[in-house]
T-cell receptor, first 113, second 113 residues
Framework: DSGVTQTPKHLITATGQRVTLRCSPR?????VYWYQQSLDQGLQFLIQ???????AKGNILERFSAQQFPDLHSELNLSSLELGDSALYFC????????????FGSGTRLTVV | DQQVKQNSPSLSVQEGRISILNCDYT??????FLWYKKYPAEGPTFLIS?????DKNEDGRFTVFLNKSAKHLSLHIVPSQPGDSAVYFC????????????FGTGTRLTIIP
C-alpha cells in the first residue's frame, strides 16, 4: 500500500457519459498529480494541484477537469467520453516543493465502450 | 514533443546477468532524472534518481549513469533477478519550481530464469 488511494479501480462506461475519478493523497502530501497512460504510451501528465490550487497543466483535454478539496483529496472529472479516453489514470502525490519522489496510487482503469 | 524517450519497448535478460535500460532526453534544462518500476495492476514506484550534477548513483543492485553531453542515462541492474521483471519508466524534472515529472514510454524488462 503506497498510501495513495484511488477509487474506483475499474470503471466501464459508455461513450458520451461522464465519470469522476477520486484520489486521496498520502498523509502529509500537499501536491496531487494526475497522469494518463494509454495503451503502449508513457505516462502523460494531465494536471497538478498544490494545497487546493491548480499548479500546472499538461495535455489535459477541455472535456476533462479536476479539483482538489480542502481535505486535499482530488477528483478528476471526464465528460463526453470517447473510446480513445480508455486508459489507466494514475494519481500521484508529493510533499510539495523540491520533492520529486512522487508516490503513485494503483490507478483507475477506465474502459469506454 | 517527447522530451524523454525510451527507444526499447522491451528487453529480455537471463537471470544473474546485467540488465541495461536506456533513456534519452532532449531538454538540457532537466535537473533530476529518475527511474520508476511498475508491476501489473500497480502504480509506478520510485526506484532510483540522479542529479544532473552527478554522473553516477548507486543503490544496491541498481546503478544509474548520466551522460549529460549525450543527453543519455541508463539503469544497470546487477545481478538481474526474476522479481525485476516489470516495466521501467525513465522520468525527468526541470527544477524545484516546476514539479511535474516528464516520463518516457517505458521498457518492459523480462528476466528469464
Amino acid at each position: 500500500d503506497s498510501g495513495v488511494t484511488q477509487t474506483p479501480k475499474h470503471l466501464i462506461t459508455a461513450t458520451g457519459q461522464r465519470v469522476t475519478l477520486r484520489c486521496s493523497p498520502r498523509s502529509g502530501d500537499l501536491s496531487v498529480y494526475w497522469y494518463q497512460q494509454s495503451l503502449d504510451q508513457g505516462l502523460q501528465f494531465l494536471i497538478q494541484y498544490y494545497n487546493g490550487e491548480e499548479r500546472a497543466k499538461g495535455n489535459i483535454l477541455e472535456r476533462f477537469s479536476a479539483q482538489q478539496f480542502p481535505d486535499l483529496h482530488s477528483e478528476l472529472n471526464l465528460s463526453s467520453l470517447e473510446l480513445g479516453d480508455s486508459a489507466l489514470y494514475f494519481c500521484a502525490s508529493s510533499v510539495g516543493a523540491a520533492n520529486y519522489g512522487y508516490t503513485f496510487g494503483s490507478g483507475t482503469r477506465l474502459t469506454v465502450v | 514533443d517527447q522530451q524523454v524517450k525510451q527507444n526499447s519497448p522491451s528487453l529480455s535478460v537471463q537471470e544473474g546477468r546485467i540488465s541495461i535500460l536506456n533513456c534519452d532526453y532532449t531538454n538540457s534544462m532537466f535537473d533530476y532524472f529518475l527511474w520508476y518500476k511498475k508491476y501489473p495492476a500497480e502504480g509506478p514506484t520510485f526506484l532510483i534518481s540522479i542529479s544532473s550534477i552527478k554522473d553516477k548513483n548507486e543503490d544496491g543492485r541498481f546503478t544509474v549513469f548520466l551522460n549529460k553531453s549525450a543527453k543519455h542515462l541508463s539503469l544497470h541492474i546487477v545481478p538481474s533477478q526474476p522479481g525485476d521483471s516489470a516495466v521501467y519508466f525513465c522520468a525527468a524534472i526541470r527544477d524545484f519550481g516546476n514539479e511535474k515529472l516528464t516520463f518516457g514510454t517505458g521498457t518492459r524488462l523480462t528476466i528469464i530464469p
